[in-house]
Nanobody, 128 residues
Framework: EVQLVESGGGLVQAGGSLRLSCVVS????????IGWFRQAPGMEREGVSC?????????HYADSVRGRFTISSDYAKNTVYLQMNSLKPEDTANYFC????????????????????RGKGTLVTVSS
């Protein structure tokens, strides 16, 4: 069974940091990319970052987080991380990870389809 489970969210002051974790099971990192997405109440879903370890560890970031967020993975732990630094109130959202196709452009353009497996998310709240 394919599963993705997020953790690490919480309340943090602006300028602070959090590290989110996404533990995956039921499939191999070699066959898929893993993306992080976020959605705030009343807002559209936004792609945050994506990693494809099988493709020379290629990483992609939304312009809104580039330079502040870092995506990484640990094969041994079946885990993808999202290190978030210099957090801003506008980063407040529910963050979830999703399994994306390794091939094609969806990891590069941070595109999520309704049929992609995803976790329930972890809430990040950044106070001003």
């Amino acid at each position: 069974e394919v599963q993705l489970v997020e953790s690490g969210g919480g309340l943090v002051q602006a300028g602070g940091s959090l590290r989110l974790s996404c533990v995956v099971s039921g499939f191999s990192f070699d066959d898929y990319a893993i993306g992080w997405f976020r959605q705030a109440p009343g807002m559209e879903r936004e792609g945050v970052s994506c990693i494809s370890e099988a493709d020379d560890s290629s990483r992609h970031y939304a312009d809104s987080v580039r330079g502040r967020f870092t995506i990484s993975s640990d094969y041994a732990k079946n885990t993808v991380y999202l290190q978030m630094n210099s957090l801003k109130p506008e980063d407040t959202a529910n963050y979830f990870c999703a399994r994306l196709p390794r091939f094609g452009s969806r990891c590069y353009v941070l595109q999520l389809d309704d049929t992609d497996y995803r976790g329930k998310g972890t809430l990040v709240t950044v106070s001003s």
